[in-house]
């Protein structure tokens, strides 16, 4: 059994006069003890969403989560918030996108670190103090012990980053959640940042999600990719098929999209046409049928579901992209939403 | 730290001139000139030129200036017409009673303010915050002197559940070492003396406390929404740490931030407001005399009031800039 | 909790419909407009103002009698005042005067302080801040001093001294609720034209050569003035409760028959545990006049601000 199971998620925004939202529509996920899996996907296709659902940081007024989150045997959406919080933090950590607020800027380093070592290890605060320290130097962090008695606000960037993964290691939690952790960095630091998330996955048995929009960072990192589109899994493999041969034509868009070194600089890259608002519902069809170079007219006869290319491959397309198919046919019209 | 406070008190200096200068203005504006303001008013014109003579209103002005900054400095305001004694003593008499009065007015609006705010924020929407928003409105436009009368009219003349009128009922001993009613019980171990100082309080307290708690009760609620929307809240959830701990250090000690600068505002209001309380309640305090001497057209009284009032109100709002400093580390450091 | 709820609408797509986008280029004030007329706050603050508008227009015909009229001094007598009547809706204050004219004449005192004192106040304050905001340097520093010493005094401690150089008067109650209101505007309008200075639009005028007197009345100025008609209606509040607390403190007129809420409650005080409603009906009444002015201005604040709406 995996660690971390996610069955048929679905995350609706319902707001008074106005149309429901579907964040999360129907997900499932597996995540295995020790794995690195990326989850990918332009903005505002539910990544974001679904790690709050995990950690049940969703809020609660004008939200309906409904599905199972599994985690370690226990479904995350029943618990008590009580029991909720004690797993927070302890056996599933996450780290956020922006450094620079995500650290309380009147509460000294120091504090922020210990509370958590308090909290869910039983520390005394002398002996969360060592531990503090030793947590910093762990990620990095140069004259941790002074660190320890600063602000937030006197630190980098990079330093705040290397902080809050020291927060969220500091129980050897079971699960790590990274939400985009380096987009807000230089890029310097996003490698360093990188490397520090790597080295430590490495060496324990933490598995970690990592969030994030940048197929650069997905193909440095994660075993396994998921691509997300308008809420659902549209295509899962191991990294290494999935750059090479992908089956999904939004997952083809998007590895076209980003440059890379290998390909000649007058190439010029192929952005996906349209936004992510320009979707059907997938009751109706395939959601990305209305961006789609290769739509069909199977493409809108329902909900596509989910095909298996081998044990580690599958996709939801009724029209896949041929392995080493060459670009997208760019003079097919758009369908309008 | 101490950098922070000293250039605080840099700044202040030059609004400290400015007022002085204001004042000494005002002081020869007020009707009758400087001297008659500051005789009887039926004096004779022999004795207002030997008040001229005595105040040097013949030497150059900036002499006089000189002259003014020296009494102000030395809180000597000249002679009260009303009671004719000196100012000075009459304000020392008085002030405890106004500065336990406007202190008590104080906790009272931040013991019962800040719950209220917090809780509409962590309500935010629902039918409570919608009614504790509504009635903030109305409690900062209710003027305090009305307020002082319903609360008269209601709880000490239909209901007689506390006294009318002045600070401590005569049947009880007590002895006052400090002038502050309350701690005086304290401090001689009179008990039932510091009770009767509270009965005398609580209706004052309340009627010039309403204006500070409804806008601490829109403040508390406006900043606790923001907090409760920052980043850094939403790391702390994912610690897993308990809503205690998070609504305790993370939200409120965020959110206390900008209260630390309207208590320090409403301090000064406060005082300014004893003149309309201490009226209806016939507290026997700085606002009250100071009242009388408005109706009685008592320069040397007004004059000593204002002077005074505007001096704590500086002080006031220094201390507040230094604990605004120690309470956020950024403006600290900047 | 309600934790980056926003940011995940956003990104969720919650942000603005084509039909909301469209809007947006209606116009500042009419759009603002439009919503106000969708806020019960609003409406209720704009019924309470025209009510008392109105009141204190046709006061004549509305009063039963003139505020002055002490015809019915010898139906009271100390401790004892006769109870509403059909004759007398409010009863008779102490001096034999029929409360109901009174209250209704006294609309006409408040709304004429508060609006004389606020425009005086605010012609000042818009003054001060124009210097301050269009010239830096040493205008600017030697205003903006001047703003902090009038700041530095409570507002009412400021009003009282004021009203007690100038002796009771009407004019002098005026004259001290204007004073205290000049810093606010001055500091407010200041505030607003140097964020202006520093926009796009304002550089992109300078480059484009314009003087300096053009960009400043043609472009920041108007653009600044929002917000300080906002404070203005705000302001009508505060001038209304101080106005009434100065005359509570015998600081306005000198004649005891002209109609003032602030001294109807004086003349109340010894009534109040034989006949409430004397002090009640005035309270009253300057609590709803401060309410009205107090509800619009936060509401236009509110719906000319692009923060709120989102």
Known sequence: MALLEIRDLKVVFTRRDKAPVHAVDGLNLDVDRGQTVGLVGESGCGKSVTSLAILGLLPTRGVEVSGTITFDGEDLLTMSDTRRREVRGRDIAMIFQDPMTSLNPVLRVGVQLTETLRRHRGMSTGEARVEAQRLLEQVGIPAARQRLGEFPHQLSGGMRQRVLIAIALACSPKMLIADEPTTALDVTVQAQILDLLRTHVADSATALVMITHDMGVVAGICDEVSVMYAGRRIEAARCYPLFEDPRHWYTKGLLASAPTLERPRADRLSPIPGSAQDRIPWAQGCAFAPRCPAVTADCLAGPPPMVSVDDTHQHRCVNPAQPHSGPAPADKELMSP | ?334 | MTTAFTDIATAQGLELTHGEVEQIGGGLWRQALRRLAHSPAAIVGTILITCFVLVAIFAPWIAPYAPGDNTWLSEVRPGEYPPPSAEHWLGIDPQGRDVFSRLIYGTRQSLLIGVVSVVLGGLVGVGLGLLAGAFSGWVDTTVMRFVDILLSVPSLLLAIAIAAVLGPSLTSVMIAIAVTSVPIFARLLRGQMLGQRASDYVLAAKASGLRRRTIVFGHVLPNSMTPVLVQGTLYLSIAIIDAAGLAFLGLSSPDPSTPEWGRMLTDAQDALATAPLLAIAPGIAIVLAALGFTLLGEQMREALDPKYHR
């Open chain 2, 1 to 334: 730290m101490g950098r922070v406070i000293a250039r605080r008190l840099l700044q202040a200096i030059p609004i400290l001139i400015g007022l002085s200068v204001l004042m000494f203005a005002w002081v020869r504006a007020l009707p009758g000139g400087p001297a008659e303001a500051l005789v009887r008013a039926d004096a004779s014109a022999a004795e207002v030129e030997a008040v001229r003579e005595s105040l040097g209103l013949n030497r150059p002005i900036w002499i006089q200036y000189l002259a003014y900054l020296k009494q102000v400095v030395q809180f000597d305001f000249g002679t009260s017409l009303m009671s004719r004694q000196p100012v000075r003593a009459e304000m020392i008499d008085r002030f405890p009673a106004s500065i336990e009065l406007a202190v008590s007015a104080m906790i009272f609006a931040l013991v019962i303010g800040v719950p209220l705010g917090y809780y509409a924020a962590r309500r935010y929407g629902s039918a409570l915050d919608h009614l504790f928003v509504a009635s903030s409105l109305i409690g900062i436009t209710i003027p305090v002197f009305f307020m002082a009368y319903l609360l008269k009219f209601v709880f000490a003349v239909q209901l007689g559940w506390l006294p009318t009128t002045g600070r401590s009922n005569a049947r009880v001993e007590s002895d006052h070492p400090t002038g502050f009613y309350v701690l005086d019980g304290l401090l001689t171990g009179n008990l039932g003396a510091s009770w009767d100082a509270i009965q005398h309080l609580i209706l004052p307290a309340i009627a010039l406390g309403t204006i500070p708690l409804a806008i601490i009760v829109r403040m508390t609620r406006a900043t606790v929404l923001d907090v409760m929307n920052e980043d850094y809240v939403r790391t702390a959830e994912a610690k897993g740490l308990t809503k205690f701990r998070i609504s305790s250090r993370h939200v409120m000690r965020n959110a206390l931030i900008p209260l630390v600068t309207i208590v320090g505002l409403q301090l000064g209001l406060l005082m300014s407001g004893t003149v309309l309380t201490e009226t209806v309640f016939s507290f026997p305090g700085v606002g009250s005399f100071v009242a009388g001497a408005l109706f009685a057209r008592d320069y040397p009284t007004i004059q000593g009031f204002v002077v005074v009032i505007a001096v704590m109100y500086i002080i006031v709002n220094l201390v507040v800039d230094i604990a605004y400093a120690y309470i956020d580390p950024r403006v600290r450091a900047s």
